[in-house]
C-alpha cells in the first residue's frame, strides 16, 4: 500500500519538512529544513487544484523538497509563512509545480508564459562551442 507524504512544519525562521512512509524510503531523506529568509510558492495555473501548489524548500546542507498541497491551502500556507517571518515569493506558472519555476524566477524570462515557450533556458545551460 502506497502511504507517502510528509509533515510541514512552519516555525519562525525555520520550515522542517519530514517525509513518511514510502518518500523516505524512496527518496532516502528523512527531512529538510529551510532556514533562508526567502522562500518561493509556486502555483500552477492549469493543474488540477488538488496539487496545484507547491512550497520549494533548500537546505544548508544542499538537500531540496518541494511540498505540495491544494488550492484551498494557499492562503493559510502564505499566511502561517509571512507570520513566521519568511519573504514570500510567489511564482505563477502554466503547468509544473516544480523548481524549475523558482529558477526561471531568478532571471530567466517572463513567468507568465507557457513553459514551453522559453527555450532560453536550455540553451544558457549548454557550454559554449
Known amino acids: 500500500m502506497f502511504n507517502g507524504g510528509g509533515t510541514l512544519a512552519i516555525a519562525p ?17 528523512a527531512e529538510v529544513v529551510h532556514t533562508a529568509r526567502s522562500v518561493t510558492l509556486v502555483k500552477a495555473r492549469l493543474v488540477p487544484p488538488w ?3 507547491a512550497l520549494i524548500l533548500h537546505s ?3 538537500k531540496a523538497a518541494i511540498a505540495g498541497t ?18 514570500v515569493r510567489e511564482v505563477s506558472t502554466w503547468f ?3 523548481d524549475r519555476a523558482e529558477r526561471r524566477a531568478e532571471g530567466f524570462g517572463d ?5 514551453a515557450s522559453c527555450s ?10
Not at 13 to 29: D, E, P, Q, W, Y
Open 96 to 98: 509544473s509545480t516544480s
Open 60 to 62: 544548508d546542507d544542499d
Open 13 to 29: 525562521g525555520r520550515i522542517t519538512l519530514t517525509a513518511k512512509g514510502f518518500t523516505r524510503r524512496a527518496t532516502g531523506v
Open 120 to 129: 532560453c533556458r536550455r540553451q544558457l545551460d549548454r557550454p559554449y562551442r
Open 51 to 53: 496539487f496545484n501548489t
Open 70 to 87: 491544494w488550492l484551498g491551502a494557499r492562503a493559510r500556507l502564505r499566511a502561517a509563512l509571512v507570520d513566521a517571518g519568511f519573504e
Open 111 to 115: 513567468l507568465s508564459e507557457p513553459e
